[in-house]
Nanobody, 126 residues
Framework: QVQLVESGGGLVQAGGSLRLSCAAS????????MAWFRQAPGKEREFVAS????????YYPDSVKGRFTISRDNAKGTVLLQMNSLKPEDTGVYYC???????????????????WGQGTQVTVSS
């Protein structure tokens, strides 16, 4: 059974940093794309970052480019999201997701992803 378990959320002041971790288990993710999404209260889920487990290729939307970094630790089977220069608008529940079939175009589409974690809350105060 596939499991994605997020950790590392919390409360931080604007300008601060947090690092989220996603522990993946249950199958071999070598050919998967892994991603982080977030959802603020009253808003739709939003793509934050993605990484190809096989080659490390990453992709970010403009809203987080230069501030967030996604990476993977093959030995530990974890995907990390380093978030710097946090802003109040970064507040939300952050979800880890895995896709067997994501392409360059579909990597930022929520329905592309087959597996999801339970989410971890990130709150950035002004």
């Amino acid at each position: 059974q596939v499991q994605l378990v997020e950790s590392g959320g919390g409360l931080v002041q604007a300008g601060g940093s947090l690092r989220l971790s996603c522990a993946a288990s249950g199958r071999t993710f070598s050919y998967y794309a892994m991603a982080w999404f977030r959802q603020a209260p009253g808003k739709e889920r939003e793509f934050v970052a993605s990484i190809r487990w096989s080659n490390g290729f990453t992709y970010y939307p403009d809203s987080v480019k230069g501030r967030f970094t996604i990476s993977r630790d093959n030995a530990k089977g974890t995907v990390l999201l380093q978030m710097n220069s946090l802003k109040p608008e970064d507040t939300g529940v952050y979800y880890c997701a895995a896709s067997r079939s994501a392409t360059l175009r579909s990597v930022l589409v929520e329905s592309t992803y087959d597996y999801w974690g339970q989410g971890t809350q990130v709150t950035v105060s002004s």
